[in-house]
């Protein structure tokens, strides 16, 4: 079975900090490039940032530029989302995808997982 699952979400406070993790089975994600985006409530999905393979290219959508880090960890089969200095317009239910690079982000289509609620609040 071939799928991405998202963890690490949770309650923060504003100007906290909170790591999101996005893990692959079935398939190594070291061969595509990494996609993270979010969705609050009554609002479209939005791109957060893309991580090409090898890193070459990383793209972050610039609300969340210099706040957001994403990373990978090959060996894990994992990218992740650093969040820091987490505003209450971070809170979203974030879900990260697989492409073949970053050039067409955000403009993705395809089917979404169960993502992991991240709430900024006091």
């Known amino acids: 079975q071939v799928q991405l699952v998202e963890s690490g979400g949770g309650l923060v406070q504003p100007g906290g900090s909170l790591r999101l993790s996005c893990a692959a089975y079935?398939?190594?994600?070291?061969?595509?490039?990494v996609g993270w985006f979010r969705q609050a409530p009554g609002k479209e999905r939005e791109g957060v940032s893309c991580?090409?393979?090898?890193?070459?290219?990383?793209r972050y959508e610039d609300s969340v530029k210099g706040r957001f880090t994403t990373s990978r960890d090959d060996a894990k089969n994992t990218v992740y989302l650093q969040i820091q200095r987490a505003k209450p317009e971070d809170t979203a239910v974030y879900y990260c995808?697989?492409?073949?690079?970053?050039?067409?982000?955000?403009?993705?289509?395809?089917?979404w997982g169960q993502g992991t609620q991240v709430t900024v609040s006091s």
């Open positions: 991580t090409s393979r090898g890193e070459v290219i990383i």
């Open positions: 995808a697989p492409a073949q690079d970053c050039h067409d982000w955000p403009r993705w289509d395809g089917s």
């Open positions: 079935g398939f190594s994600l070291e061969r595509f490039a």
